[in-house]
């Protein structure tokens, strides 16, 4: 028997499981389809937002905006699925030099950064685990989302609501009708592609210019270091997790896009933890994956210009966890409110 929904979601990654959210959260019904593969960008990301970009000391793209949203959005998710998976977090930014620290001081006098940066620089040694030449200064309002625990509790509930289903979705499959499409015995008014990097074969938007940039992490331990809540960063993040472990990255590679661990990637990232840390690290584990980049580095969402029952989300590069909540609830009122989408994210840019 045919089922209707408003919206089948292709991908479970971040940006798919934010795209559902906003349907169910607008009491809408939905088929999310996600091919369970082990590794994937969202599965492997440490999770992290941070409001200010530390190379130019300036607030990250949109970030007043964003974060409400952000913070809205990882609620519901919460709320329907019982469990805690965001957590505002501080970051330590470890100075490099004292033309980096004046900077800093300049910028937190401003009131546009007042939320963000602090002034106060500390000389707080972590126990003397951290090399600590020009001091430090702290961010607010930055905090990281456990996804892969967050996609998992996501899936099932949406089994609950029978709107999950684990298959490859083949582009074949699909029938296109006036006002909607057919998948299996589905039909739907939209079907949206949250496929992340895998968007460079979607058929129908082949013309995305698409910069996948491939990514490696380490699970570390450090002897002694007791970072509380924050995240410390210095070339590299370093992000608690539990019992000593912490997360550390990430690399950029735009070649030789897979999504094996390498020693070039374990080697970079000891080199700049061991530029910040002078305690014993032990290496517990290692992850690569496949961040969905663009070229302009901003995200990619809208309608197909002539198959307006075609829609995709995408593009989330670094970013996904800043950036999915809001524009997955700008694609949603762009497709049900006929409200504009940002100019630099819109797909009619390209
Ligand atoms: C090492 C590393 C660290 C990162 N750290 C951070 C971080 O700290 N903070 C941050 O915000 N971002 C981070 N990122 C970036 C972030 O991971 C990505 O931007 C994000 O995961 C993209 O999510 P997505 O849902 O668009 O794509 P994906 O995570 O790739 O999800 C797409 C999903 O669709 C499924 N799929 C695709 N095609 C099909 C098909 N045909 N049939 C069925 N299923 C399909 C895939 O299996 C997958 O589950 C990091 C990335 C890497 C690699």
Same mark, same amino acid.
């Given at each position: 028997?045919?089922?209707?929904?408003?919206?089948?979601?292709?991908?479970?990654?971040i940006?798919?499981?934010?795209?559902?959210?906003?349907?169910l959260?607008n009491?809408?019904?939905?088929?999310?389809?996600?091919?369970?593969k082990?590794?994937?960008s969202?599965?492997?990301?440490?999770?992290?937002?941070?409001p200010?970009?530390?190379?130019?000391?300036?607030?990250?793209?949109?970030?007043?905006?964003?974060?409400?949203?952000?913070?809205?959005?990882?609620?519901?998710i919460?709320?329907?699925c019982?469990?805690?998976?965001?957590?505002?977090r501080t970051?330590?930014?470890?100075?490099?030099?004292?033309?980096?620290?004046?900077?800093?001081?300049?910028?937190?006098?401003?009131?546009?950064?007042?939320?963000?940066l602090?002034?106060?620089?500390?000389?707080?040694?972590f126990?003397d685990?951290?090399?600590?030449?020009?001091?430090?200064?702290?961010?607010n309002?930055?905090?990281?989302?456990?996804?892969?625990?967050?996609?998992?509790a996501?899936?099932?509930y949406?089994?609950?609501?029978?709107s999950?289903v684990?298959?490859?979705?083949?582009?074949?499959?699909?029938?296109?009708?006036?006002?909607g499409?057919?998948?299996?015995n589905?039909?739907?008014?939209?079907?949206?592609?949250?496929?992340?990097?895998?968007?460079?074969?979607n058929?129908?938007?082949?013309?995305?210019?698409?910069?996948?940039?491939?990514?490696?992490?380490?699970?570390?331990?450090?002897?002694?270091?007791?970072?509380?809540?924050?995240?410390?960063?210095?070339?590299?993040?370093?992000l608690?997790?539990?019992?000593g472990?912490? $997360?550390?990255?990430?690399?950029y590679?735009?070649?030789?896009?897979?999504?094996?661990?390498?020693?070039?990637?374990l080697?970079?990232?000891?080199q700049k933890l061991?530029?910040?840390?002078?305690?014993?690290?032990?290496i517990?584990d290692?992850q690569?994956?496949?961040?969905?980049?663009?070229?302009?580095?901003?995200?990619?969402?809208?309608?197909h210009?002539n198959?307006?029952?075609?829609a995709?989300?995408?593009?989330?590069?670094?970013?996904?966890?800043?950036?999915?909540?809001?524009?997955?609830k700008?694609?949603?009122?762009?497709?049900?409110?006929q409200?504009?989408?940002?100019?630099?994210?819109?797909? $009619?840019?390209?």
């Amino acid at each position: 028997m045919m089922k209707n929904v408003d919206a089948i979601i292709v991908g479970q990654g971040i940006s798919g499981t934010l795209m559902s959210a906003e349907f169910l959260k607008n009491n809408k019904k939905v088929l999310v389809i996600d091919d369970e593969k082990s590794v994937t960008s969202s599965k492997v990301a440490a999770g992290l937002y941070n409001p200010i970009v530390f190379k130019r000391v300036v607030k990250s793209w949109l970030i007043d905006e964003l974060l409400p949203v952000l913070n809205q959005s990882y609620e519901y998710i919460e709320q329907c699925c019982n469990a805690k998976f965001h957590r505002p977090r501080t970051i330590v930014k470890v100075f490099v030099g004292e033309d980096e620290k004046l900077q800093w001081l300049q910028k937190a006098q401003q009131p546009a950064f007042s939320d963000y940066l602090n002034q106060y620089i500390s000389d707080d040694t972590f126990n003397d685990c951290i090399n600590l030449h020009h001091g430090l200064a702290t961010v607010n309002k930055a905090g990281n989302v456990d996804v892969k625990s967050m996609l998992t509790a996501w899936a099932d509930y949406l089994k609950t609501k029978e709107s999950y289903v684990n298959e490859a979705f083949s582009y074949n499959d699909i029938e296109l009708m006036n006002g909607g499409v057919k998948w299996q015995n589905y039909k739907a008014k939209y079907l949206i592609f949250c496929e992340g990097y895998r968007a460079i074969n979607n058929p129908f938007f082949n013309n995305l210019p698409f910069v996948p940039a491939k990514g490696e992490l380490l699970t570390v331990k450090i002897e002694h270091l007791n970072t509380g809540n924050q995240v410390l960063n210095k070339g590299v993040f370093v992000l608690p997790l539990h019992e000593g472990a912490y $997360r550390v990255g990430a690399t950029y590679v735009w070649d030789k896009i897979n999504e094996e661990t390498t020693s070039e990637g374990l080697n970079e990232i000891m080199q700049k933890l061991h530029k910040l840390v002078k305690s014993n690290i032990e290496i517990i584990d290692q992850q690569a994956g496949i961040r969905p980049s663009t070229k302009d580095r901003r995200p990619v969402l809208g309608k197909h210009p002539n198959l307006p029952q075609l829609a995709i989300l995408n593009g989330m590069g670094t970013k996904a966890v800043l950036l999915a909540p809001y524009f997955a609830k700008q694609l949603f009122e762009h497709l049900y409110h006929q409200k504009g989408i940002h100019p630099e994210a819109d797909i $009619r840019r390209i």
